[in-house]
């Protein structure tokens, strides 16, 4: 559960694809959630440059108050996004993290019962990563756990 009297640095880590969301939905989520005073770690601007990636990003995820995770098309396509994930529930599970989805253009029932182009990239994953069969359990249960929590569906988001 959260530490009592606490001190986070961010009041949000948002999760997402770049591939697909960065240079619309994610950039103005960020921009807007910064002009109302909401202190939000993103990659673009809160990784230094010639550090180690995934220490910073799980830094910047034990360090928030709140996740927002950008379920996106490409989002499991991504092993980092789903690094994130892992490390998303963890801090949920042992600190009590608020984790806000949203659900952009995907079927969340895909997501939960891992269908679809979901199953494709998890099918692609048991084959790439033979020696990590317990890495792609824990993105499993990880995806599941959070696509299980309510949250916010957009349909054509690009468009908005």
């Known amino acids: 559960m959260e530490e009592e009297g606490k001190k986070y640095e961010n009041d949000v880590f948002l999760s997402f694809s770049g591939e697909d969301t960065r240079k619309n ?10 002009k109302n005073g909401i202190k939000t770690f993103i990659d673009d601007y809160d990784l230094g440059r010639g550090k180690e990636i995934a220490k910073d990003l799980f830094k910047g995820i034990g360090e928030s108050k709140s996740a927002i995770v950008v379920f996106s098309e490409k989002y499991v396509f991504s092993s980092w996004c789903l690094d994130e994930l892992v490390r998303i529930d963890q801090c949920r599970e042992e600190n009590g993290l608020i984790v806000f989805p949203v659900f952009c253009d995907v079927d969340r029932s ?48 690009r468009y908005v």
């Open 110 to 157: 895909h997501l939960i019962n891992q269908e679809g182009k979901v199953k494709d990239a998890f099918d692609k994953y048991e084959e790439t990563f033979k020696d990590k069969a317990q890495t792609v359990k824990q993105w499993r249960e990880a995806l599941t756990r959070i696509a299980n929590i309510d949250g916010r569906h957009l349909k054509d988001y």
């Open 25 to 34: 939905f994610t950039e103005d989520l960020y921009q807007d959630l910064m």
